[in-house]
């Protein structure tokens, strides 16, 4: 069985999940718990497989109920359960260590199967919150990568054609530079990559998604 606390501020959402989770037939509502500081406690005394949360409760929110439950140390998952499907929520919630973010609108056999899901260590994600969330951390991603490297456009031109199997020289002609300024460009992105010649700048910046 797979022992599951209810926190919410709304006794008739407590109720009506109490009735969906009991006809599943392998979760137990072992707990439920009205704040922040009544699921901390909970959390403590009853150790359950899985925590159902609400984003907005009564003097901490959902965000900040999952940094204590995280601190806690109990091995519960930790499954946000709101109404609010702001792209803002659900990357703060990640970052706090949620194993699920799930909207209220969320199908019944839907939301039994991610608390089974969560009960195994795996990650979930209301399907329409799925592709924004996506999009935002692979944008964050490509933005750092960017910044970290710090290279022009006229760096990654060069690896492009290098990529490619150009010579300094006839990357120089290609751009209008001398072979020369070609070769202290490319000892100048060596630097910036971290790599020790042309071969790995190259690789590197494969790797890093730059060219």
Do not use: C, W
Not at 42 to 60: E, K, S
Not at 187 to 203: E, N, P, S, W, Y
Request: glycine share 10%; hydrophobic share 45%.
């Amino acid at each position: 069985m797979i022992s599951v606390l209810l926190v919410d501020d709304h006794p008739v959402v407590i109720e009506g999940l109490r009735k969906l989770l009991a006809a599943a037939g392998d979760i137990d509502v072992t707990g439920e718990a009205h704040d922040a500081a009544e699921a901390i406690e909970q959390t403590r005394a009853l150790r359950p497989d899985v925590v159902l949360l609400d984003l907005r409760m009564p003097g901490a929110s959902g965000v900040q109920a999952t940094r204590r439950l995280r601190d806690l140390e109990t091995g519960a998952a930790v499954i946000i359960l709101t109404s609010y499907g702001d792209q803002a929520y659900v990357r703060q919630a990640l970052e706090a260590g949620a194993d699920g973010y799930l909207l209220k609108s969320t199908p019944p056999e839907q939301l039994i199967a991610a608390i089974r899901a969560a009960a195994r260590g795996r990650r979930q994600l209301s399907p329409e919150l799925l592709d924004g969330v996506l999009s935002e951390f692979g944008g964050l991603a490509r933005e750092q990568t960017s910044r970290t490297a710090d290279l022009a456009p006229e760096d990654l031109e060069i690896l492009r054609r290098a990529s490619k199997g150009a010579t300094n020289r006839e990357i120089g002609v290609a751009m209008g530079r001398s072979e020369i300024a070609i070769k202290k460009r490319l000892q100048g992105i060596f630097a910036k990559l971290g790599a020790v010649d042309r071969a790995h700048a190259v690789a590197e910046s494969i790797r890093r998604g730059l060219i």
